[in-house]
């Protein structure tokens, strides 16, 4: 059985960014765009704001890829509420 992908309609936000900061970290456009993006994701999910399938969502990774970065970010990965575990095992 093939791998499952998963399609989601997505919106595009433009961030402009010097190109004084991109040499500072020795990346790309395409790279950082990457970086930010899951860090985002990350901080939302420390808030509250995202549930842990959702911050994966707008990361651009599976689930458990997101779930074991969290350490590298600083954020537990498993400070969640009964109500929030509920929610993901109902729907993982």
Known sequence: MGAVEYKW????????????????????????????RFAAS???YEMGQL???SAAQLAGVPKPYFLSRLAEY???????TDEELT???KNA
Not at 10 to 33: C, F, G, Q, R
């Open 9 to 36: 309609q997505m919106s595009n936000v433009t961030l402009s960014i010097p190109d004084e900061i991109l040499l500072a970290l020795k990346t790309t456009p395409d790279d950082l765009a990457s970086r930010i």
């Open 42 to 44: 990350v901080k939302l």
């Open 51 to 53: 549930s842990s399938g």
């Open 74 to 80: 600083g954020v537990n990965t498993f400070d969640l």
């Open 87 to 89: 929610h993901d095992l």
